[in-house]
């Protein structure tokens, strides 16, 4: 019987249909993929002038910038989807309306080994990782033009990766997106009425319930949302309220690498390496937005950060394009419980 | 230099990547998959005893339902994400809101010729194929339950298509999708502001500015929007003022399925058959919507039909769902030259 739900905080309908139930032995497995030619991979070490200057890097002590002896190496990506040089602008083109393509593009290199991907990191490596977002992103926001910081992972074919050697990407936009707009938003309206954050009210119901729940560490908790729109996604959330990604702490960044590491590991684990996005939301930081001087009121209350694993082992095709409804074959709780019960 | 684009009917943000600027070459060609095996395939005619029963056909004259003798064909989808015998209904599940899944998911049978595609299509057969879609939503709305009929076609694996013989779908739904309501507000405002509708402006620029015009015809023009998310994305738009798809005309259908199929072979012919969505946008019928009882207000004088075609050869991968920005990157001015000067 299928079943449509809402997700508050996307604003969207899924239908969650048990009519078409998928469990994992319905989605193909093993998905890993030809390997990358090591020989014309750029991002190994040792090939650091084949890529633009690094502009941050985890290196072991006294090693020199763009030469071995890193861990993990953020660069300028070479083909940009915005770039920092280009003016910031908005313009009307007559009846449209434009910006300049002003931001920043790069590419976060998780690690020296070409052939080790997320699921073979050991927490220390993620940790390293998170702290790199953490910091890369404060930097980008000295910059009083960057809006928001969008950090996500693409892995696989089928999520849109093109380059085989592991990398996570950030994009820092001159606008704050629609999605966190919207985000934003609703977490205003439920405050509005409840004066509560509405995820510190999912997690709570969510460890009441159980029944969603993947993982559950000091600080964190991986669950499957009740309105998933991909099959075996996962939200992992902070169990305290925090509103902004860049003011954790090194101590919440390990519990975060645990929990992250048991979620990517499991779903891993489950398909044989299915492709999928990992994204973080977190609030923009303060501006002036002259169109709402009231923009980032009480923002340090209403919005919770957290990361989303988007696995993508089914399309979204021209309904799902068409209407922001998503069709999710395989409910959530269906979900949860072989993500839980799968070892690692 | 990349520039960021705002597509006003469906408040997004796009950039327009011309540092990646793709141009036809840039991109896979010979898309064309390996055949169906016709042998196992479902719909082929003589089969009709492996469907669900047909709700709706054009058939050659004393020919009887079910069997042989049928140019295009509705059947229930034999997996359907909603169900006509599932209760209308809404209620809270806790902190969570959901509704029952009721609606129609059916399959539009385009061909009884299982090697025959869209691009294959004579302009008579698009015709046959677009009267169908107005009949078949006409007689949905029957149902006042039903609060929008979202017809779509996947054409590709990468756009979502599981069985290989040509076929559209139709799934009609308890409630307005978030897009069309999305739309509806944008073109609303649009309105209050200049006593205009949106795209009938829209296509009076473009007629006039002509540089992302792809064809046009008596009644219907075909271009490259503006703020495209994908690359070599097509709007099909009336010249005419229409804000509802079933009050079309059968002279209207007939220009329209010309536009539709200049447009399906230009694309298929420039890369190969590539992968792509076609998804119809009309106004929702009149419902009786509690919270907002001046939803319909105006709605045959602010909202404007139309088709878009998204050809899937780039994955949205992170970024854009993280943010709901697209990364487009091929300028629509230098798709809609392309597409324009492609010889059909």
Same mark, same amino acid.
């Given at each position: 019987m299928p079943e449509l739900r809402y997700n508050r905080l996307n604003d969207t309908w899924v239908i969650i249909s048990k009519e078409r139930a998928k469990r994992p032995h319905d989605y193909p497995v093993n998905w890993r993929k030809e390997v990358g030619?090591?020989?014309?991979c750029p991002f190994e070490p040792g090939k650091e002038n084949l890529t633009p200057p690094e502009v941050f890097a985890i290196r072991d002590e006294g090693t020199k910038p763009n030469t071995p002896g890193w861990k993990i190496r953020v660069i300028p990506n070479k083909f940009?989807? =915005?770039r920092p040089d280009e003016e910031f602008y908005r313009i009307s083109e007559d009846i449209y309306d434009k910006m300049g393509g002003f931001g920043y593009h790069e590419v976060i290199i998780d690690t020296p080994d070409h052939y080790k991907h997320m699921q073979d990191f050991s927490i220390g490596e993620l940790f390293l990782l998170l702290l790199t977002f953490r910091e890369r992103m404060k930097q980008l926001y000295q910059n009083s033009n960057i809006y928001y910081v969008q950090i996500f992972k693409n892995h696989g @074919?089928?999520?849109?990766?093109?380059l085989y050697h592991s990398h996570s990407q950030l994009i820092a936009l001159p606008r704050i997106p629609k999605r966190i707009n919207t985000q934003?938003?609703?977490? @205003?309206?439920?405050? @509005?009425?409840?004066? @509560?954050? =509405?995820?510190?009210?999912?997690?709570?119901?969510?460890l009441d319930q159980q029944t969603r729940i993947v993982h559950d560490n000091n600080r964190f908790t991986v669950y499957a949302p009740f309105a998933s729109a991909f099959p075996f996604e996962m939200k992992i959330v902070p169990k305290f309220h925090s509103h902004d990604y860049t003011k954790t702490t090194d101590e919440e960044l390990n519990d975060l690498a645990e929990a992250l590491w048991t979620a990517v590991r499991k779903l891993s684990m489950l398909f044989e390496d299915p492709p999928f996005n990992l994204i973080l939301h977190t609030a923009p930081p303060v501006r002036d937005i002259p169109w709402d001087p009231n923009y980032f009121y009480n923002m340090d209350r209403l919005f919770h950060w957290y990361i989303e694993i988007f696995p993508r082992m089914a399309i979204h095709a021209g309904f799902e394009l068409g209407t922001e409804f998503f069709i999710n074959p395989t409910p959530p709780e269906e979900a949860a419980r072989y993500l839980r019960e799968k070892k690692i």
């Open positions: 030619d090591i020989k014309k940009p989807a =915005l @074919r089928e999520a849109g990766k093109s934003i938003n609703q977490c @205003r309206h439920y405050y @509005r009425e409840k004066e @509560r954050c =509405l995820l510190c009210d999912e997690v709570k119901y969510e």
